[in-house]
Nanobody, 126 residues
């Protein structure tokens, strides 16, 4: 069964750090793109960071310099290192997979991804 499983969420104070992990299971091919997204109740899902299969990373402006996306291809794990967390980073975080070609300009668009994990909650208190 193919699936994505996120972990690593939790509750931290502002300025703290968390590292999210996304294990991809059941796939025999590498994705074209993997991405991290987040959603707050009542708001649209937002792209946070993406990584193309060749390692090219893209970030939404609000997390640049604070978050780092990385991947361990041998273990099929996608990471999101989140430093200097802010209360506005509070959300459910999801990882997602895209298998077909995708231009970098669209790599943070949730509608371009077809495979999603169940999410992991991140709560940052002030």
């Amino acid at each position: 069964q193919v699936q994505l499983v996120e972990s690593g969420g939790g509750s931290v104070q502002a300025g703290g750090s968390l590292r999210l992990s996304c294990v991809t299971d059941g796939y025999t091919s590498r994705p074209y793109y993997m991405g991290w997204f987040r959603q707050v109740p009542g708001k649209e899902r937002e792209g946070v960071a993406s990584m193309r299969g060749d390692g090219m990373a893209t970030y939404v402006d609000s997390v640049k310099g604070r978050f780092t996306i990385s991947q361990d291809n041998a273990k099929n794990i996608l990471y999101l290192q989140m430093n200097s967390l802010r209360p506005e980073d509070t959300a459910m975080y999801y990882c997602a997979r895209r298998d077909g070609f995708l231009g970098r300009d669209y790599s943070l668009s949730p509608s371009k991804y077809g495979i999603w994990g169940q999410g992991t909650q991140v709560t940052v208190s002030s």
